[in-house]
């Protein structure tokens, strides 16, 4: 193998794809719901940069206000004429419990600076996150990804490391005890509202309106982590739309449209540590003017009439994939939103990450993967993964996509591996 500087060739390892037919899969070029290989073939595009491009990649009204923005200077280093306009414009959109923003680079800094935040309003330091879920790549918050022996369904020993502990989504006997353990240590529940990394398990809204409850009783912090699902549902928080009421919340990837950049936003309350200088906020590109001409671009293309194709979209899609299956005798699901979904070989999606884990079926995702691939479709290749949809994906990619499908399920079928 030929030496690479940079390792494996990629900076982030999780967008590496694995091999099909001893192909390497490197991207030329972005447009629209496509994908074109270093080879020249066109792709239906399903990751779209993990979720971050909803509007779809290099969106024409976002490419013209990031153009204007690298040429006007994309970095002052000073206070911006643009900041301010960004975040209302982004705050507009969610709703009026939430009143102020920040903004940061990646949502694992976004992640990292709501439990600042929640610790110094609190005077707490015990921030408690959802087995399963993916708060970022800071190593306090990796406790309990998706395969850590400390997630494990089968370990009833709740871990408390670096200030961090967990607590078993859709199972509130779990956060009843957490709170009873815990409660007065709490700064922070921290919770995706829709947990991607566990292959889009939606907590129910019983369990969040209980935990809710238990926080605002027990004077303890909520945190919604958006970053990955913020926007999919339509505007406004998604978190309020299932039944939890955060105080803080961090949004990344689709309010920027590929531009890097997210923020934490939340009550007027929760954002008084920061106004007081009680927790600073620093980062050389927070705030600058190419990621909020991004932002503000973004936030002018969701309107209903585009979540009303998003969602159209995505609904037509689930049903091509569990109808190509069904017509090979195979029962699948599809389990989170029409924007960003899962699929599942069982008849009713999980639950619970215990569930999750005992119905995953790796070798079924591989062939689907695999067979995709050759039918001109990319998908991530995880049976923790998600297939992410976009403005951009129309009746030519549809097609595409059910022709990719049924050409998979025969050879899951074929294979005889469920």
Not at 70 to 83: D, H, Y
């Amino acid at each position: 193998m030929k030496h690479m500087t940079v390792p494996l060739g990629i900076s982030s390892q999780p967008r590496t794809l694995p091999d099909v037919d001893g192909e390497t899969f490197i991207v030329a070029s972005s447009k629209g719901a496509r994908l074109t290989d270093t080879a020249g073939r066109s792709f239906v595009d399903y990751g779209m940069a993990m979720g971050a491009c909803l509007v779809g990649h290099a969106h024409p009204a976002v490419v013209t206000a990031c153009t204007g923005a690298l040429e006007n200077g994309p970095m002052p280093g000073f206070r911006n004429n643009l900041e301010e306009a960004a975040g209302e414009a982004l705050v507009a959109l969610m709703g009026p419990r939430i009143e102020r923003i920040t903004f940061v680079t990646t949502g694992t800094e976004a992640v990292h600076l709501a439990c600042r935040m929640a610790r110094g309003t609190t005077g707490r330091r015990i921030i408690a996150k959802a087995a399963g879920g993916y708060d970022g790549w800071f190593d306090p918050l990796r406790l309990g990804n998706v395969g850590s022996p400390e997630a494990d369904p089968a370990n009833n020993d709740r871990p408390l490391k670096d200030e961090i502990t967990l607590f078993r989504v859709n199972d509130i006997p779990d956060i009843e005890k957490l709170f009873q353990e815990h409660g007065a240590d709490l700064a922070a529940i921290l919770v995706e509202p829709m947990l991607g990394n566990t292959a889009c398990l939606v907590p129910d809204r019983a369990f969040f309106e209980r935990l809710t409850e238990l926080a605002q009783a027990n004077g303890t912090m909520i945190i919604s982590d958006e970053v990955m699902v913020g926007l999919r549902l339509g505007r406004g928080l998604v978190s309020e739309q299932l039944g939890l009421m955060p105080d803080l919340v961090t949004m990344g990837k689709a309010i920027g449209s590929g531009i890097a950049v997210a923020a934490v936003l939340g009550t007027a309350e929760a954002f008084k540590v920061t106004e007081s200088g009680q927790v600073m906020r620093f980062g050389t590109y927070h705030g600058n003017p190419l990621a909020m001409q991004a932002v503000l671009s973004t936030m002018g293309l969701l309107d209903q009439p585009f979540y009303d194709r998003l969602n159209g979209y995505g609904a037509a899609m689930r049903d091509a994939i569990t109808g190509a299956f069904a017509e090979e005798g195979i029962v699948a699901r599809t389990s989170g939103f029409d924007a960003a979904f899962s699929l599942w070989f069982c008849d009713a999606v999980p639950k619970t990450l215990a569930e999750a884990m005992q119905r995953s079926r790796p070798e079924a995702t591989r062939i689907v993967y695999e067979s995709l691939r050759r039918n001109g479709v990319v998908a991530l290749p995880s049976p923790w993964g998600r297939y992410f949809v976009s403005g951009e994906h129309g009746a030519a990619e549809l097609e595409i996509t059910r022709t990719a499908f049924a050409a998979a399920a025969r050879a899951v079928a074929a294979a005889d591996v469920l």
